[in-house]
Structure formats: structure tokens, C-alpha cells
């Protein structure tokens, strides 16, 4: 029903946020690493949404890029996991090391949340990798690349995850070589 909310951010919890839209307070549940980028209190932000619908409850989850809402909804394509245990997968580490982990078939990072065993994470490495393998293209529009340790990097010399991704989609002509395309990055970041 939603694709995104923006609003005045009104109020900010550990679990969820309120956005002011209309006069209408919007509470979305989100993951740590959302609502650590998003604006101080009463600025305005945009957070793209899936909306749960269950008999009885109705809850909205937000997130900052689209691409972050692609991954939370393949998430729940695995047969088992709710929306709760997805936010509590994106609770343990950004979207991108976990696609990493998926793609390269490391448990360890999902069976750190709670009620994730061995077995339910072999299983969503299982029907995920597949899924993510058809979602990356190359090129500027690629949906979830597996750039996590670029981004990485370019957060480590203090640079957000935003400007960290918007520079890296940005390079061009260095497919595969993280160095150069994060020396590409920071010309960009930097504005030369």
C-alpha cells in the first residue's frame, strides 16, 4: 500500500520511529542501522516502507534505500522468517555484510540473533544466494552489490553509508578492483 513515508522525524526509539506526514504520526519499525542515518529530531526524512498486515496487528517497517527494503523483503520470502526476525537479521549487521556473508555461505553473522539456529540460517543462505545471484547486475542501476568492503572503507576515513554508496555507484571503468574504485570514490567524495 505504501512505497515510502517522508515527514518530520517527531520521535526516535530503539525499535521504531514516528514521521510526521500530513498531520498523521507514522510509527515504523526500523533496524539500528536505519535509524542511525537518519536526520536529528524534526527534520525531514524519507523512509521506504513494507507494511504488515497480520490478523491481528498492522505494522509498518522503514528503510533508508530502497535496496535495504529488497533485502528485508527477501528475508521474508524464506519460509519461517517474520518480519520481527528480519529486522533482528539487520540488527546484527548492514545489509551489505550480510549479502556478502550469503553469498560466500557464512551462518555465523545470522545465527547471532535470537531464535536464528544453524539450521534456519543454512536455510535462508540456501534460498537466498540464488535470489541475490539474480538481482546483481552490474552498473550504476545494480540492485544490491556486493561492495560491502568498499563501503566499508570509504566509512572508516568517516564518510556516511549514503555518500559512501551514491560515490561508489558514481565509479565507472574499474569492475572488481575495490582499490581503485575506492581512490575513484574519494575523488568523488572529495570533489576533484
Not at 522525524?9 to 514521521?19: D, N, Q, R, S
Not at 528480519?86 to 548492514?94: D, E, F, H, K, S
Amino acid at each position: 500500500m505504501f512505497y515510502y513515508i517522508e515527514g518530520r522525524l517527531t520521535y526516535l526509539h530503539e525499535k521504531f520511529v514516528v514521521l510526521d506526514a500530513s498531520g498523521v504520526g507514522y510509527k515504523i519499525h526500523v533496524s539500528f542501522d536505519t535509524r542511525d542515518s537518519l536526520p536529528t529530531l524534526g527534520e525531514i526524512a524519507r523512509l521506504y516502507i513494507h507494511q504488515a498486515v497480520r490478523e491481528d496487528s498492522n505494522d509498518m517497517y522503514g528503510f533508508k534505500t530502497e535496496d535495504d527494503l529488497s533485502f528485508f523483503e527477501m528475508l521474508l520470502s524464506v519460509s519461517g522468517i517474520g518480519p520481527k526476525s528480519a529486522i533482528g537479521i539487520l540488527n546484527v549487521a548492514r545489509p551489505e555484510t550480510l549479502i556478502q556473508a550469503i553469498a560466500s555461505h557464512d551462518t555465523a553473522y545470522l545465527t547471532k540473533v535470537s531464535g536464528i539456529g544453524r539450521k534456519t540460517a543454512e536455510k535462508i543462505v540456501l534460498e537466498l544466494k540464488d535470489k541475490l545471484r539474480e538481482h546483481h547486475r552490474e552498473g550504476d542501476e545494480g540492485m544490491l552489490r556486493l561492495e560491502s568492503d568498499e563501503v566499508e572503507a570509504l566509512r572508516s576515513l568517516g564518510y556516511s553509508q549514503a555518500e559512501a554508496r551514491d560515490a561508489l555507484k558514481k565509479v565507472t571503468g574499474v569492475p572488481g578492483n575495490t582499490n581503485l574504485r575506492i581512490k575513484e570514490a574519494l575523488k568523488i567524495l572529495s570533489g576533484k
